[in-house]
Each structure stands twice: as structure tokens, then as C-alpha cells.
């Protein structure tokens, strides 16, 4: 082992001379290591802090952590002067001890009771001082503190069965973005409630704060509303269903890791299960061919199709006492309402809808949606009044059928079209959380999952300069190629933005759909790459000179992959270990500065 750390050690030195020391991930906005060597830790380290019972909580699983997986890093990014000491100099091992053991924990939290909603501050200092025995935290809310444990938690190491932490440290720390995310859909295919714990721990260690939950959609209905109990008919079995229970066990788990748990419920488009058992006639297009292999019959971006009829007033009940039911379930001021890929040949078999146009020859697709807009949208409001709805950016910006008006305090994701698509949506006047498909979408580039597809029948290569459906890029699937970790934490989204337009980003999140996920793959698709993101939207991706630091990050995520493996997440590897081993070895350019 220490031969590795020499080896990288002396490349890293003659190569650039940079130190930086346990490289916690995501990298805090501002990290000091002291120069005076390690500090040991006491294994019974005492916590002086609030009695605040989430802070209690948190720091008991932190410090478990650190004494249970006793964890060293593979490799610090770093010419370490401590690694002389020890492990056999005993003259140095005293040094070592005369500089002190830590022995206390003091946290200082101004405000206990803030809640965690969009906005908390989430801001943190942790100092380790060469003169004394303390580790001191400060926060503003208890939602800071979480993140310095997570913090502590990554620098402190193991090494010859003691705890130590390299060197002495001072950070301050805070988020650049107050959304930071990922999307878990559970319609699909179903995830189960510890699958979905299973992704919070990896989202509280990266310091990801909220949690997109895509509830519902045409092929699946999993989530018991109160006042519709026949809507579960429409989950995959009686065990594939979420009950009031599991969600408040969910948000419960995310609140105790400082993740906020925001319910997405698809509406008019992707609904047809779960819907159709409340009432057959307040869904449209159910029972139609959905491929556009035949045009005219074309109905759904994707099989099953589905959407709820705008024209059936009885549709705007059923839809609000859904809406009741679930916002009551979850605890968070922020309600997904879905609003994407809508189409007008689904509408067309629905005798409201052609009624309703028929009405008035002045009527189109659009006025058909902004009908939509302007009936749903204060409904709703009135059940929640300051509660905030968010919807796909179809709703404005669509081709296919969009609305003009949208009240602007809805928060628009923005998913297609890049950075064009967050500058109009900010540019109207919305805020926005950026889900850019091209950059952010982790199910993309597993190939196409649709059956009796002639496409596959190829004995040569496609040409690649002619893409099909299917080969749109390398790797096929609609949103093809895979996005690897390097092209999410490259992607700078508020490029080309005014500075108004960049203070309508509220941040980001990366979705992960399901129809090629459930259980089994969840966490290795997820992981590590939505720490990339968590990276990205935490301290950005640039160093202080404003140079990518893409390269640098190599390690961080190389060695949070093992992390979260060591701490039961199974993320998925990203390059042969050697590399781990061998910082910088299996880079692409000797020149460290090539990612501009
Ligand atoms: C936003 O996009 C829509 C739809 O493509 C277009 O009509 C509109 O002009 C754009 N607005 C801005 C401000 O770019
Ligand atoms: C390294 O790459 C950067 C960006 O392309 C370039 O500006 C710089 O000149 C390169 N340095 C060397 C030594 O080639």
C-alpha cells in the first residue's frame, strides 16, 4: 500500500506539486490543510452539541461509520510530509502523540428549528486546530451540521489502527445551488422502499438535498390514495405498492439525512393507470396503438398510452382530490405535476375533446392545453396556498401542443434542448431546475427496450454518419450515448445566461426512468455518476483560477465509488483499479490542463 501512495506521490510532486489531502466529495467551497502533520482521534471522541434529536441522530451515524469501516482511501491526491512518521518510527509515532489527540466534537447550530424546506441554509465550518483537542462545527440550521458530519466522516482516515486525520484543517462550506438532486421513478418498474434508502444514503454523503419522486405513470400505479383505493388495481402486484406508511418512512428517511422528498404525480400526459380505475371516461386514448410506425395511430412517446382528458370536467375532481390526498402525505412545499410529451392524436379519440374543439372553430391543441393550465392550476393552488407546483418545460415549450400562460411562480424543469431551453425559461421569467437529457439523464445509452424492433436486424454496423432511431449516437436509445460522469460534471448549464437568468437556476437534478431499472440495478446505474452531479451543483467544476478541475475530480469520484461501496451502495466502477491506484495513469491527456 505504501508503496502506491510513493509512487503517486512522487509523479504527483515532479508533475504538478498541487496539495490537496483527503479529498472529501463533494470538494468544499473552501478547504486549508495546516502543515504540521496528523492528527490522531480518540475512538470515544465526546460530542458537545444541541440535544436537537436529528442532529443526535446524525452524528451517531457518522461517528459509527468512521469507527465501524475504519476507512482509508485508496489514494490521497496529495505529497503527504506525515507519511514519514509512521508506521514503525516510533521516535515520529511520539511527535505524533505529542501533538494530541482529539477528543471532542463541539457543535454549535444557531437554529435547531428551521425546517428543511427549499432555501435552508445549508452552510457549515469545521476546523481541526494544531493546538487542541477539539473538532469545532458551526451552522446555521441543523441541515449545515448534517453536511459536516458527512464531511468529517470522509476526511478522517484509518491508518495502523488508528483514526487520524491528515493534517489540520479549516473549511467553510456551502452549497452553490439550493436544488441538488436526483429522480427515482417507481412506475415504470417498481423500486422498493429500501432501494429508495438505499439512494438517500448515497444523496446524504454526496450532500444531494432532494429527492424527485416520479410516483406514477401510464404503465403503473403503485401509490394508495386515501380516497381512491381501486387505484392500486393498477400496481404491478400487492406487494409492488407504496403505502402512507412507506412514504412517510421515506420522507422520514430523508429528513433525517437532509434530503427533501418532492412527489411527482404525471398529469394529463403519462396516465392511464391507477386513473382508469377511478373512471375509465376521464382518460384518453387508453386502448390505442401507441407506435408512430403508423402515423395516424400514433398516441404515446411510449407504450402504454394514456393521458388524462383536459375536456372532461370530471377529470379536474378526480385530479385535485389526488393531489389532495398525496400532498397531504408528503411534508414538502414544492408538488410536481408532470406536463410532458402530450400528444394531440391521443385527443383526437376522445369525443370531450372533439366536442370541446368543435365548440368554437377558434380552438386548437394549444388553447386546448392552456384550458388545462387555467383550470388546474388555481384548483390546485387553493388546496395549498403556499405550497409551489413544478412541470416538465413541455408545457410551455413543446411543439406538439403547448400553453401560452403559465402562472410564473411554477417552477419549470427543463429537460430538452439544453441550454437554449433553460435561457427561454428563465429569460419568461421562471425559475428552473436544469434535467438537461443530453448531459443529466443516467438511463441513457442502454440501447432501445421496445419489442419487434427490425432496427436490431443489422449484420453490419449502421453507418453512423445516417443515425436512426435507435443510433442516434453510439449506444443507442432515444438519448443516447451513456452520459458518463465527465460529460454531467462538465456541463456548464448557466453558460450564455444573464446574471438575472442565472439566479432563476435553482439547480439541478438528474432523472433516472425506470423502464430499464428496478431493484436490482438501481444503485450501480445511479452511482457514482449523480455524484458527479452533487459535485457539480455543490462547488462547481471549476478551481479558483477558473480552470476545470475535471481532472482532479478523477480521484474524488474514484475513491467516493468505494466509499459508497464500503458503505453498502452498490456503485458501479468506472475504471480498471489500477487507475484508482494510479492517479493520473489512465488519463486520456499528460496535459492536465486539456479539459478547458
Ligand atoms: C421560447 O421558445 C418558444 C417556443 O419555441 C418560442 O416561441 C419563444 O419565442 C422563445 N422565447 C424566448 C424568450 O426565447
Ligand atoms: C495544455 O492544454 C491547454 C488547453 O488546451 C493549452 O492551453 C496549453 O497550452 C497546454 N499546455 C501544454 C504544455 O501543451
Known amino acids: 500500500m505504501r508503496f502506491f501512495h510513493l509512487t503517486a506521490l512522487a509523479y504527483l510532486l515532479v508533475e504538478r506539486g498541487h496539495a490537496v489531502q483527503v479529498n472529501p466529495l463533494p470538494a468544499p467551497r473552501e478547504i486549508e490543510w495546516g502543515t504540521s502533520g496528523p492528527r490522531y482521534l480518540d475512538w470515544h471522541v465526546r460530542f458537545n452539541g444541541p440535544g436537537d ?15 465501524r469501516l475504519r476507512w482509508t482511501p485508496a489514494v490521497t491526491e496529495a505529497p503527504i510530509p506525515t507519511f514519514a512518521p509512521f508506521p514503525s518510527d516510533n521516535e515520529k509515532r511520539d511527535a505524533l502523540h505529542s501533538r494530541g489527540t482529539v477528543r471532542n466534537v463541539n457543535v454549535k447550530v444557531d437554529d ?28 446555521k440550521t441543523t441541515w449545515g451540521a448534517l453536511h459536516a ?61 432532494m ?72 382518460v384518453a386514448c387508453e386502448d390505442s396503438w401507441w407506435s408512430n410506425d403508423v402515423w395516424e395511430k400514433h398516441t404515446s412517446v411510449e407504450p402504454n398510452p394514456g393521458q388524462l382528458d383536459i375536456a372532461n370536467d370530471k377529470t379536474y375532481h378526480v385530479a385535485e382530490t389526488v393531489y389532495r390526498d398525496v400532498s397531504r402525505l408528503f411534508t414538502d412545499h414544492w408538488f410536481h405535476i408532470g406536463g410532458d410529451e402530450l400528444r394531440t392524436n391521443c385527443y383526437k379519440t376522445s369525443k370531450h375533446v372533439r366536442a370541446w374543439l368543435q365548440e368554437d372553430s377558434s380552438r386548437t391543441f394549444d388553447s386546448l392545453l392552456q384550458h388545462w393550465v387555467d383550470k388546474i392550476v388555481p384548483r390546485l393552488k387553493k388546496v395549498n396556498k403556499n405550497h409551489r407546483l413544478i412541470m416538465w418545460e413541455d408545457i410551455l415549450l413543446s411543439q406538439v401542443m403547448h400553453a401560452d400562460e403559465l402562472p410564473k411562480d411554477v417552477i419549470m424543469q427543463a429537460w430538452n434542448g439544453g441550454l437554449s431551453h433553460i435561457k427561454n425559461l428563465t429569460s419568461r421569467g421562471h425559475d428552473v431546475i436544469v434535467s438537461s437529457a ?15 424492433d427490425p432496427r436490431y436486424n443489422e449484420m453490419e454496423n449502421p453507418d ?59 444503485s450501480y446505474k445511479m452511482w457514482p455518476r449523480a455524484a458527479a452531479l452533487a ?62
Request: aromatic letters at 10%; one cysteine or more; charged letters at 20%.
Open 53 to 67: 434529536h436529528t442532529i443526535q441522530a446524525a452524528w451517531r451515524r457518522a461517528w459509527n461509520t468512521i469507527t
Open 112 to 139: 435547531t428549528d428551521t425546517e428543511l424546506q427549499h432555501g435552508v441554509d445549508e452552510s457549515y465550518t469545521l476546523q481541526i486546530s494544531e493546538d487542541s483537542d477539539k473538532i469545532e462545527i458551526t451552522a
Open 149 to 209: 458530519f458527512t464531511t468529517l466522516q470522509q476526511i478522517v482516515i484509518a491508518h495502523h489502527g488508528q483514526l487520524l486525520v491528515e493534517q489540520p484543517v479549516k473549511i467553510t462550506d456551502s452549497p452553490l445551488y439550493s436544488v441538488r438532486g436526483v429522480m427515482v421513478d417507481t412506475a415504470r418498474n417498481f423500486i422498493s422502499v429500501r432501494k429508495i434508502f438505499e439512494q438517500i444514503d448515497g444523496m446524504a454523503l454526496s450532500k444531494l438535498n
Open 211 to 282: 429527492l424527485h419522486w416520479h410516483l406514477s405513470d401510464t404503465q403503473s400505479w403503485p401509490l394508495e390514495v386515501r380516497s381512491y383505493p381501486q387505484m392500486t388495481k393498477d400496481a404491478y402486484s400487492h406487494r409492488e405498492t407504496l403505502s402512507p406508511h412507506d412514504v412517510r418512512q421515506v420522507i422520514e428517511y430523508g429528513r433525517a439525512r437532509g434530503v427533501r422528498v418532492v412527489p411527482e404525480i404525471s398529469m394529463p400526459s403519462h396516465s392511464a393507470s391507477g386513473w382508469k380505475q377511478v373512471d375509465p371516461d376521464i
Open 438 to 452: 443530453d448531459f443529466m439523464y443516467l438511463d441513457c445509452g442502454y440501447g432501445g427496450w421496445v419489442g419487434n
Open 464 to 522: 453512423p454518419s445516417k443515425p436512426t432511431f435507435n443510433y442516434l449516437g453510439p449506444g443507442g436509445s432515444w438519448c443516447a450515448p451513456y452520459k458518463t460522469w465527465q460529460r454531467i460534471y462538465d456541463y456548464d448549464f448557466t453558460d450564455g445566461l444573464t446574471d438575472d437568468e442565472k439566479k432563476r437556476v435553482l439547480g439541478a437534478v438528474a432523472p433516472l426512468w425506470s423502464e430499464q431499472v428496478d431493484d436490482v440495478v438501481i
Open 535 to 596: 459535485e457539480l451543483v455543490w462547488s462547481g467544476n471549476v478551481d479558483k483560477n477558473g480552470q476545470k478541475r475535471t481532472t482532479l475530480m478523477t480521484q474524488r469520484i474514484l475513491n467516493f465509488r468505494e466509499y459508497l461501496v464500503a458503505n453498502g451502495i452498490p456503485a458501479a466502477p468506472l475504471q480498471p483499479k489500477y487507475c484508482l491506484q494510479h492517479p493520473h495513469h489512465c488519463d486520456l491527456f499528460y496535459n492536465q490542463t486539456a479539459v478547458v
